[in-house]
C-alpha cells in the first residue's frame, strides 16, 4: 500500500485510510528524524487496517517549516548549525548583522529544542538568563560609560566622586556581569557536552572565555580573534556529530 507521513506516529494511506506505525517498522530509516519527514512518501503493508509494518521511504519531503516546527535532536542539529553558520556573517557591516540576528533565532530555537528532545528543565532556562543577562548588562555599561564620558568634568571637580572611581565601578559592574554570564554560559555547555557526548562543547566554552580576556589587552588582542574562529569551528563540528542524545545516568 502506498501513503504519506502525517506524523511521527501517523501515515495516512492512499485508501482514505490512517494507520498508526512504529519508526522501528521503517526498514530504510537510518539516523534520519522522522520528525522531519512529514510528507514523504511511504510503502507499507498492514494486516488489520489500523496498524503499518515493513514500511519504506519511497521519496522524502524534508522542508524547511518541518524542520524549524519539529523538537527533536535531528532539527536541533540543523537549526544550529544555520545559526551558525549565519552568525559568522556578522562582520559585513550593516546587512551581516541582520543576518547575524537570524542566526542567533536559529540557534536559540535549537537549544529550546534540545531541551524539549531531553526533557531538561534547566537547558532553555540557563539560556534565556544568560541571554537577558547579556543584552541588560551591555545596556547597563555602555549607558553609565556614556555618562561617565559626558559628565568627567563635573566628576574631576566633585569632591566625593572622582574619575578614577568611577571608572572602576563600570569596570567592575562589567567584570560581575560577565562572570555571571560565564557561570550560566558553563551550565548550558556543560548540560550540552552530557547530552551529546561530545567534550567539543565545553572545549569551545573554555576558549571562548579565554579569548575574551586575551582581547582585554591590545597584544592578545589578534590571538584572541583566533581563539573565536576556533572555538566556533569546535562548535560547528560539536552540533554536526550531535545525532543523538546520549543515554545517561542523569537522562
Known amino acids: 500500500m502506498q501513503g ?9 494511506g492512499d485508501d482514505g485510510k490512517r494507520y498508526e506505525y512504529d519508526k522501528n517498522d521503517v526498514v530504510n530509516l537510518g539516523d534520519k528524524d ?13 494486516f488489520d487496517e489500523r496498524v503499518a509494518k515493513s514500511i519504506y521511504i519511497t521519496h522524502e519531503n524534508v522542508n ?7 523538537d527533536s535532536i535531528g532539527s536541533a542539529r540543523l ?3 544555520w545559526g551558525l553558520g549565519l552568525q559568522f556573517f556578522n562582520f559585513i557591516p550593516y546587512i551581516g548583522q541582520i543576518i547575524a540576528i537570524v542566526g542567533f533565532v536559529l540557534y536559540s530555537m535549537a537549544i529550546y529544542s534540545v531541551s524539549k528532545a531531553a526533557a531538561s528543565k534547566s537547558l532553555f532556562k540557563n539560556y534565556i538568563i544568560a541571554v537577558i543577562i547579556s543584552f541588560l548588562g551591555v545596556f547597563l555599561v555602555f549607558m553609565l560609560a556614556l555618562i561617565f564620558g559626558v559628565s568627567m568634568g563635573v566628576l574631576a571637580n566633585s ?9 572602576i565601578a563600570v569596570l567592575l559592574l ?14 548550558i555547555h556543560a548540560e550540552l557536552a552530557r547530552l551529546s557526548g561530545s567534550s567539543l562543547f565545553l572545549w569551545a566554552f573554555w576558549i571562548n572565555v579565554v579569548s575574551v580576556i586575551l582581547c582585554l589587552s591590545v597584544f592578545g588582542i589578534f590571538v584572541g580573534f583566533a581563539g573565536f574562529i576556533i572555538a566556533w569551528v569546535l562548535l560547528f563540528v560539536a552540533w554536526w556529530g550531535f545525532k543523538k542524545l546520549e543515554k545517561t545516568e542523569k537522562n
Open 4 to 12: 504519506k507521513i502525517l506524523s511521527p506516529q501517523l501515515i495516512s
Open 34 to 46: 522522522l520528525a522531519m519527514l512529514t510528507g514523504s512518501q511511504v510503502d507499507f503493508v498492514s
Open 64 to 70: 524547511v517549516s518541518s524542520i524549524l516546527s519539529a
Open 79 to 81: 537549526k544550529a548549525l
Open 159 to 167: 569632591e566625593d566622586v572622582g574619575i578614577g572611581a568611577s571608572m
Open 174 to 187: 562589567g567584570g560581575v556581569i560577565a562572570l555571571i554570564v560565564a557561570i550560566y554560559g558553563y551550565k
